[in-house]
């Protein structure tokens, strides 16, 4: 087992593209502290491929909705970090988030509430509450998605959460310049997951028309995200800050 020198922070780190972040970051000898929701067992299948692959990984359950207990999750943080004798961590990766969807007409306030919750609020004050621990000379990541560039009926609540973030990110990396803290929105396409009951993953229709108004003819899989992520958290990408960087094969151009 490689000693601890760098580590990240992702949310939604036991499944899909978390996952897949995750293992990217492993394979670079980077250790990471991520969250699950509620399926322990698919996070200590992570913590076990991480672990295989001569990194560390430690699982933290965490509802990136629930504010009040960002708090509490930063002491878990401070206490595994103390165990691998690192001061702080280094790159935060705001990753979790669920599906909302729903037509115009049929959007339900409550439900256009836990997107925001969910996608917005989690984010901004996770990152607020994590602030003292990240090191100067970080890194964090936003996730956003390519609805916010292009448009497809029923994702209105998503996507304007998800333009949301994309703000969020500019004045963000202003704020943090002064610690050398670069912020950057990473916007996945339509990838090959669970996400939305594995729309595009399990709908041969849904997942021959993305690949039809695709550039390079296919869907997304979760491995053309996670080393993306791992590779813009790195020293090489240290001059990209502020930045939407749209990965989706070129959908929809």
């Known amino acids: 087992m490689r000693a601890v020198n ?23 000898g980077v250790a990471s502290i991520f969250t699950y929701h509620s399926n322990k067992s698919a996070a200590d299948d992570v913590v076990g491929s991480v672990a295989r692959s001569g ?22 943080i401070q206490r595994v970090l103390t165990e691998w004798g690192v001061e702080g961590f280094n790159y935060l990766v705001n990753m979790a988030g669920t599906s909302h969807s729903g037509l115009l007409g049929e959007i339900t306030e409550d439900a256009l509430d836990d997107a925001y919750r969910i996608h917005v609020k989690g984010p901004l004050f996770l990152t607020q509450t994590l602030l003292s621990q990240i090191t100067d000379g ?34 963000m990396a202003k ?26 993953r399990d709908n041969p229709e849904v997942a021959h028309h993305i690949a039809g108004i695709t550039a390079l ?5 979760p491995d053309d995200i996670g080393p ?10 240290r001059w990209v800050n502020a930045q939407r960087i749209e990965v989706s094969g070129g959908q929809a151009i």
């Open 55 to 76: 990194a560390r990984a430690v699982a933290l359950q965490l509802d990136t909705s629930d504010t009040r207990a960002f708090p509490a999750f930063a002491q878990e």
């Open 228 to 237: 993306m992520i791992a590779s813009l958290l790195s020293e090489e990408n």
């Open 138 to 171: 970080g890194r964090i990541i936003n996730i956003s998605s390519g609805l916010t560039r292009f448009a497809y009926p029923g994702w209105l609540p998503y996507a304007s959460m998800k333009g949301a973030v994309e703000v969020m990110t500019h004045y």
């Open 175 to 200: 704020e943090l310049g002064s610690r050398r803290i670069a912020v950057n929105t990473v916007a996945p396409g339509a990838i090959q997951t669970d996400f939305s009951d594995g729309m595009v």
């Open 217 to 221: 003819g296919r869907v997304g899989l």
């Open 6 to 28: 760098t580590v990240a922070i992702v949310t939604g780190g036991s499944r899909g593209l978390g996952r897949s972040t995750v293992e990217a970051l492993a394979r670079r």
